[in-house]
């Protein structure tokens, strides 16, 4: 009887070894054959989370042409490529909040610029056009999972990508074994990072320079959670960056340190309320066009909320800033005083039934006094009722 009870659990050791040798050989397998799934699957659990982020404009930074092109749009756009003699359609577009650039179907970007408040192109013509080619200018910052194309074991000079927009995966990493094995140790969270590996996550869009190649103007190759600066080389300094220095704040050392990128990240962000310089230029600085801005000195609000005062370029308030796109939205739009072409000074709020100027900072007058941002992922707010 022992015997053959040694044997049962002799085989059932070996069993379960073998379910334990094969589960962990699965798992190596997935493990090392992380991809990128795709921000529906990762809505399959987190729904919510997905249902903020499709608001924001990361997950509309790259648009289909057949998603968001007007045809009062397409057609007046037709034909100012056909007045310099440009074939090309285009086959994406940059910009849904204040300006629109077209990524054009023979890899250029259009010199034409957009302008989405008034419904009409700009003067703006970017007449170095021609040297463009937005799969090695633009898409990574783009797209999620962008990867250089490979022929037959070579490296293609094209630019493939998982994902249009910058989605889940473009700060929590590839996440297939995320989500096969319900495992949070295979994807990254920014939470748990250190401070510099989390703000590198932005620094590898909202900072320029050159993948290790010195052929595109992105982080090819990075992943959140590694070290940016061994994707990230020959950062230059963004347009203002040190005219408007700030106290040395933003200073440009062009040392390739980590300290310099640094700087260059906090200056994006104090742009960030800038009135004028919305397009390309303001991202990447392009062939060295710098955007125009109005030169003085005013109060501002930062977008936390703490006045500044500071020489640079006109500054939105904070109510200003939401008012650039929600003046001309219900429930505002009645209440707007003056024409759409002037500058908005004064706005009523009808859920605290009173009158705002859209440039005062105090608190209590402040959009975002009631409307504050729940989640990093969104673009919603909660509206708390005010009994005034």
Not at 82 to 105: K, M
Not at 118 to 140: A, H, L, T, V
Not at 319 to 334: D, G, I, R, T, V
Request: glycine content about 6%; some cysteine; proline content about 3%.
């Amino acid at each position: 009887m022992n015997t053959r009870s040694n044997l049962y659990t002799a085989f059932a050791a070996l069993v379960i070894a073998a379910a334990a040798l094969y589960y962990a050989s699965k798992t190596f397998t997935g493990v090392s054959e992380i991809r990128y799934a795709g921000s529906k699957e990762c809505a399959r659990c987190h729904e919510s989370i997905y249902a903020r982020w499709k608001n924001t404009l990361h997950a509309k930074a790259l648009i289909q042409s057949s998603e968001i092109f007007l045809l009062p749009e397409k057609a007046a756009m037709a034909a100012k490529h056909i007045s310099i003699g440009e074939s090309a359609e285009a086959e994406f577009a940059i910009g849904t909040h204040w300006t629109r650039r077209y990524l054009l179907s023979n890899k250029r970007v259009s010199p034409f610029l957009y302008s989405i408040v008034s419904g009409g192109f700009s003067d703006y013509y970017d007449k170095n056009y021609k040297r463009s080619d937005y799969e090695r200018e633009c898409i990574g910052c783009h797209t999620t999972g962008a990867a250089q194309k490979t022929t037959d074991g070579k490296d293609d000079r094209g630019i493939y990508y998982a994902e249009a927009g910058v989605a889940c995966e473009a700060c929590h990493g590839p996440a297939s074994a995320h989500i096969e094995y319900s495992d949070t140790r295979y994807v990254t969270n920014p939470k748990k990072l250190d401070p510099d590996q989390r703000d590198m996550i932005c620094m590898s869009c909202h900072t320029n320079g050159y993948d290790k190649s010195g052929e595109y103007k992105f982080a090819l190759g990075y992943k959140p959670g590694k070290d940016i600066q061994a994707h990230f080389f020959n950062m230059v300094p963004k347009p203002g960056q040190i005219k408007y220095n700030r106290g040395n704040r933003f200073d440009y050392a062009a040392d390739s340190s980590l300290d310099d990128r640094k700087r260059q990240f906090e200056y994006w962000k104090f742009m960030f309320l800038a009135r004028e310089g919305f397009s390309c230029e303001d991202c990447l600085d392009f062939r060295g066009a710098a955007p125009k801005a109005e030169e003085k000195s005013r109060e501002f609000a930062s977008p936390r909320g703490a006045a500044v005062k500071d020489e640079g370029p006109g500054f939105f308030s904070v109510n200003e800033y939401c008012m650039s796109c929600h003046a001309s939205l219900p429930p505002f739009l009645q209440y707007v005083s003056g024409s759409r072409e002037a500058e908005l000074t004064v706005s009523k709020c009808e859920f605290i039934n009173k009158k705002m100027r859209l440039d005062d900072n105090s608190a209590e007058s402040s959009c975002t006094a009631c409307h504050k941002s729940e989640s990093v992922h969104d673009h919603f707010f909660i509206v708390q009722v005010n009994s005034e």
